[in-house]
């Protein structure tokens, strides 16, 4: 039986690749993408909706499917008031993984961070934390939440402080062995390709740390 998947942070680099990837399998013949503005893609499997993220609840009748993949998610940088970045990095991923429980869908994968921790003083990652714990709790039967270390991409809007710290940490990898291999720097391919991975094959654990996600990713 065809799926259907949902998107959302379908315009981001990890979302892009993911799209690519399900554009491309055979499994899937409906993708939906819930988005600010329009893809600017056009396919045959994809079903645009433009909506508020914030008010993702508006829109629980479009919100049917098979899996919900979450690539939704900010910075510091882009979104230093506090109260937006909670509005952003907790409400939408707890909003659509509510969503996906009231209608009854069985898949939620979900991007996090590395270092998440309800009980962390550094508020971004508590409010990671809090966002993983509130999904978990809804009991959606295959919940995976992803926590890749620093994405190492080279996106255009990279900033110079953090292509640094991209730069460093290829020079740092090789030496991040054994227990340490979960802070290597990590490329969007990767997690894109863990997001599609688990879509498809079941996997014992809930959270997935950033090495494991790299494992994964060559499992496809």
Known sequence: MKKTALLLGASGLTGGLLLELLLSDSDFDRIKLF???????????????????????????????????CCIGTTKAKTPDQTEYKAIDFGIPVTAAQLAKQNNIPTFIVISALGANVKSPV?????????????????????????????????????????????????????????LKKYRSIAPENIAKTMWYLSKNDYPKTIIPSDMIFKLSQSG
């Open 35 to 69: 988005s600010r503005k329009n893809s600017g893609i056009a396919h045959p499997k994809i079903e645009e909706h433009i909506v508020d993220l914030l008010h993702l609840e508006n829109h629980a009748a479009y919100f049917t499917g098979d899996v919900v993949f």
């Open 123 to 179: 508020f971004y990652n508590r409010i990671k934390g809090e966002m993983e714990r509130s999904v978990i709790g809804l009991g959606i039967p295959r919940t995976y939440i992803l926590e890749p270390s620093l994405i190492a991409s080279d996106r255009n809007e990279a900033r110079v402080g953090e292509m640094m710290g991209i730069y460093l940490m290829k020079i740092i990898n090789p030496i991040l062995i054994g227990k």
